[in-house]
């Protein structure tokens, strides 16, 4: 135990690094400053999209080419980040570009079904074992409300138990429990990983259960890997009571040729996706047993309806496509977890080397570092984490030319090199030596 006075001091010292670590940062960046201050005329803080928010002002970034990206003030950076696993394919992949062109040259906002669309529909309901029908949305948050209205529907059942932390889009959000802006279906909420409190809350709910909603690896509440036994006593309760099994791997997708599903070998019984899938462009879909998916069927007299003017859209339909069968077939998909699996393991042998309570978990090409020590298996393990180390972590990596997220998360994209990954650890080790003194200790 470190005694108070140590404490305090630590504080104080962590206080005055990251003052400075944003003093450096605001100095080195008039532009993004200028940019924001533009932006907060017309936007509430100058922001259209939460997690990009940082203090002392968040970076605008001018330009990005294959896994470099240039902020507005010419500072380079490797884009750790991947759009959040969207970007897999980096800023500007020439078969991207290509598929784009193609969409392109075929015109825009067809107005009606186009060429690509069931071709790409195939190919996703190919890849993925627990899909055998598929439909696109625009965004995951879409692919998970229709999911879960399809669950409420399909039922007639109004309860849907989620998870502490977990996140299924700015709409239904359980960080700290939920959110005022969460759509008003009745949630309850478990620990994750803790199958007896979650079985005995579906028992409980179980004449009123709809669906059982989670991410097999929770990857906003920071890269929390499921058990295997937490996801089969999920698909066994889910049984036992009628409720439905849903999977958001709308970030998870890509950790195997067919999901975390794939890996573990348990199918839910709807699946949602997104990001990365449809190449970089606005996607998302949700699918899953063909007799649920059939309530959909136009043909049908009593079909649920289902809109989007861009759900078909051209150039998600045919870059979509194109990443999934020519850029990321199994063989690539394998390859970059294994790259993201060994990053992890350098990660955390420098942590450990140096003897701090410093961690990174995940599983392939998603990882997430965290300032504590201690196994994670829920967000309620996070509580000890500083939010001022996470920060000084996120500034000093810009520092050192590596954009991670805020909050410690890393994607790797395809066109991130190995030597820009070996640089990255190296610079990871030097971090933990250079602040080893405001580090909490293993
Ligand atoms: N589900 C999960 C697990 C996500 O990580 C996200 C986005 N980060 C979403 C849903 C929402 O996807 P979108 O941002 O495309 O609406």
Known sequence: MMSATAASLQNSDLDAVLTEAKEIFTRRRPESLARHVEATAVMPGGNTRSVLFHGPFPMAVARGEGATIWDADGIRYTNLIGEYTAGLFGHSHPAI???????LDTGLNLSAHNLFEAKFARAVVDRFNALESVRFTNSGTEANLMAVATATA???????LVFHAGYHGGLMTFAGGGSPVNVPHRFVLAQYNDIDGAVALARENAADLAAILLEPMQGGAGCIPATREFLAALRAVADETGALLIFDEVMTSRLSPSGLHGIHGIN??????GKYIGGGMSFGAFGGRADLMEMYDPRRPDALPHAGTFNNNTLTMSAGLTAITELFPPEACSALNARGDALRTRLNEAAQKAGLAVQATGIGSMINVHPVGGTIRSAADLKNADPRL???????????????ARRGFVALSLMVTQAELDAFADAFADWLDARSAVLPRA
Request: glycine share 6%.
């Open 97 to 103: 570009r290509a598929a784009i062109q193609r969409a």
């Open 154 to 160: 399909s039922t007639g059942r109004k309860t849907v």
């Open 268 to 273: 839910p019984d709807l699946l949602t996706l």
């Open 390 to 404: 996470r920060d000084l972590l996120f500034l000093d990596m810009l520092e050192r030319g590596f954009y991670m």
